[in-house]
């Protein structure tokens, strides 16, 4: 009796060094490509071909201050900021409106409206590139953000409704009834009663939508060839191009670029690994 | 008066659901809809020409060269859908596995597992060009350092390893998405299960083939589905570290990046060409709609409910 349970507690600990193991190795796959990133950032062209995964001198800025200087790195990124902030207010004031009139109001072809936004949730708008560049050429809209912001909205609406709709539906009636009782009208209970209760559903949907907008590179290599509207994505492939040889400066650039999304997201990950796996799990 | 209330409470209800509606239409609904008209007409650069039938299909899948080129990038798409079925679900189902014992430190694993995600695929293809150069990069100076320096090669300068590696990188990228999804599934397991399972059994295999394995079923339904779709839409990593003609010699060739180079034209390709182009489109969409409702209506029947 005592010998088994000893053999099943030794079991259990092995198995579950086994898993440790696995996890910290894991960790180290992940993370050492991002160090070594940021490790490069800080040496020279020598430093990094002979000791590669040394720690460097943090205090050697030079290559950063290269890209803060020499490239349009930061009017890339304010590009980027412009294009992502006015899609995402979009879509979230979009969003909000469709989700509000679908899930608290009763009219013919509601279902058929949510059905309609759902729809688009599985069209890989990249294959409909041809005649959407037509169309936008037709607008006058190549080489502006404006291009850009409508197809990142078309694009966000969906999962954006979807969202939105399920959590505007768990909301109370009390509230609303109590209202409309006063003889608030409709415009009004939404804005004061009710928005301020869909706010948590708000930031799910925001965080879900910034990373895929904040990192796109399809729609501007289509759309945007002025280099003083190229956002930052595809600004990295134009300077990286540029400083070929100097891997200081290029690991700086990846550095810069990469790191104010990953700082929000240690900050915010509850809100990022929710916000993004919101659409698959059901 | 309570018809006037009706007709403002129409137009409010309008005045909701028109404008995002409209936006859907014209820039997600309309395009796609003109993409299929698109391929049966012949183009002149950007003018459209006379309506040809199905010439543009014929041409794209059974003319020279544009047959050939379809083919060997249909068949690296497949390569990569089941290379990253393995590489990227398989692994993430076994770490969602680990993560799930919520042993010590696995809070900071999660993190972890997660943080390549959030990265922009240009940031992690232009990070794992740099990795791979054959002499300076961070793959083949980890191989010498562990004294498999004899394994050093220019892993994306050979036609041999080049779209595995490009597979690599990406299944680092988006491993953790699978891995979370998976995670979700298992969290949601009823401990009452679990429990009644660990009276029946104690070998952990039996509990995660015939118990765990079913029950996560609909995360699998979902995480197969889209590795499927992103898998013949793959085009952002083989174009930063492929470049456009898939190099080398065409051996990160994808039906994406094929699709891009043949409707929008490239160094080597003439100019733009958007009766294939729409053509090649319209059998990509077309396969993808077809095999993944496939795949998602057989994966669904096995899904249990609880």
């Not at chain 1, 990373?211 to 990295?236: A, C, E, M, S, Y």
Request: charged share 10%.
């Amino acid at each position: 009796m005592r010998k088994s349970v000893e053999s099943s507690t030794f079991r259990t600990f092995g198995w579950d060094g086994l898993i440790q193991i696995l996890l910290i190795g894991n960790s180290i796959v992940m993370l050492a490509p991002i160090v070594i990133m940021v490790f490069s950032a800080f040496k020279t062209n020598a430093q990094i071909f002979q000791s590669p995964f040394s720690i460097p001198d943090f205090t050697n800025v030079k290559s950063i201050l290269r890209v803060w200087n020499e490239t349009d790195f930061l009017l890339y990124m304010g590009n980027s900021l412009i294009v992502t902030g006015a899609s995402i207010a979009l879509i979230i004031i979009l969003g909000t409106m469709a989700a509000y009139a679908i899930a608290r109001y009763e009219f013919r072809g509601s279902g058929l409206i949510l059905l309609f936004f759902l729809a688009g949730l599985t069209l890989p708008l990249k294959l409909a590139i041809i005649p959407l560049f037509i169309q936008i050429r037709d607008f006058g809209l190549i080489d502006s953000r404006l291009s850009l912001i409508f197809i990142y909205v078309a694009t966000g609406l969906p999962t954006t409704v979807f969202i939105m709709t399920g959590f505007i539906r768990s909301l109370p009636n009390e509230l609303e009834d109590a209202a409309r009782m006063d003889g608030a009208n409709e415009a009004r209970i939404m804005w004061s009663i009710m928005l301020p209760l869909v706010r948590p559903a708000m930031v799910i949907a925001a965080i879900q939508n910034v990373v895929p907008i904040w990192n796109d590179f399809f729609f501007p290599l289509i759309f945007i060839q002025n280099n003083n509207l190229k956002t930052l994505p595809q600004g990295l492939t134009t300077f990286m191009g540029e400083f070929g040889t100097d891997w200081g400066v290029l690991f700086s650039g990846l550095t810069l670029s990469a790191l104010p999304i990953i700082i929000l997201y240690i900050a915010l990950s509850r809100q990022f690994i929710n916000g993004m796996t919101a659409g698959a799990i059901k | 008066m309570i018809s006037s209330q009706l007709t403002g409470r129409r137009l409010w209800i309008a005045a909701l659901v028109v404008p995002p509606i409209a936006f859907m239409c014209l820039f997600l609904v309309y395009p796609i809809l003109s993409a299929f008209a698109y391929a049966f007409y012949e183009w002149h650069g950007l003018a459209r020409g006379d309506f040809v039938w199905f010439d543009n299909f014929h041409r794209v899948l059974f003319e020279f060269p544009f047959s050939e080129r379809t083919i060997n990038a249909f068949k690296h798409n497949i390569f990569v859908f089941f290379a990253l079925m393995v590489l990227q679900n398989g692994l993430g189902f076994i770490l969602a596995y680990c993560l799930w014992r919520e042993l010590w430190g696995a809070r900071f694993h999660r993190i972890a597992v997660f943080l390549p995600v959030v990265l922009s695929t240009v940031i992690v293809g232009l990070l794992w060009k740099l990795f791979y150069h054959p002499l300076f990069g961070a793959v083949n100076a980890t191989l010498r350092a562990v004294g498999l320096g004899s394994l050093a090669q220019p892993w994306l300068g050979q036609d041999s390893t080049a779209l595995t590696a490009i597979v690599v990188a990406n299944a680092w990228h988006m491993v953790g998405f699978p891995t979370l999804v998976f995670l979700a599934g298992m969290q949601r397991i009823p401990s009452e299960i679990l429990d009644a399972v660990r009276m029946e059994t104690e070998s952990e295999w039996v509990k995660m083939s015939k118990i765990v394995w079913p029950l996560v079923a609909p995360s699998a339904t979902v995480v197969f589905t889209l590795l499927f779709v992103g898998a013949f839409n793959w085009f952002e990593l083989p174009f930063i570290m492929g470049g456009v003609d898939g190099s080398p010699h065409g051996a990160t060739d994808v039906l994406g990046l094929y699709f891009y180079r043949t409707a929008f034209g490239s160094m080597s390709a003439s100019a733009e060409n958007f009766g294939p182009g729409s053509a090649l489109a319209v059998l990509i969409f077309l396969f993808i709609a077809v095999v993944s409702s496939v795949i998602t209506i057989r994966l669904r029947k096995r899904e249990i409910q609880l």
